[in-house]
């Protein structure tokens, strides 16, 4: 699980529990203007992930670098929680796949983010 927010001009990521461990980083900063958009998807930890480099895979659970394509993606997604996809540009990941709480206000924290980037 993550927990995404917005601060100043920039999206901060942070995973939680041991996820920070798996995913070798306490925490991914990445500034607004190199944020696309978010959307909701239910089905994106359904799709193929790729080369794990590093991280880990194991009953559900992706927590890395996965390269598939040419294209480097962060995965923080485990059973539980609702999958957010984050679009970026001119950044190490090309998208951030990521399970946040659903109690959380997901539909509201993807409109921020979308709303931030169209500024």
């Known amino acids: 699980m993550n927990t995404v927010s917005i601060i100043g001009a920039g999206l901060v990521v942070r995973p939680h529990g041991l ?3 798996w995913a070798f980083r306490r925490k991914i900063d990445i500034p607004l203007t190199h944020v ?5 998807d239910p089905e994106a930890r359904h799709e ?4 794990r480099a590093p991280g880990l895979a194991f ?8 390269h ?5 993606t ?3 997604v485990s059973g539980h929680g ?3 996809v984050i679009e970026l540009t001119d950044e190490h990941f090309a998208r951030l796949i990521l399970s946040v709480d659903p109690a959380g206000g ?3 924290l993807v409109d921020r983010i979308n709303n931030s980037t169209s500024v």
Request: glycine share 14%; net charge positive; hydrophobic share 40%.
């Open 59 to 66: 009953f559900g659970k992706y927590v890395g670098s996965f």
């Open 106 to 108: 997901v539909a509201d």
């Open 19 to 21: 996820d920070r461990l």
């Open 74 to 76: 962060f995965w923080n």
């Open 48 to 51: 193929r992930r790729g080369i």
């Open 68 to 72: 598939r394509d040419g294209e480097r």
């Open 36 to 40: 696309r958009g978010a959307t909701v």
């Open 82 to 84: 609702t999958a957010i």
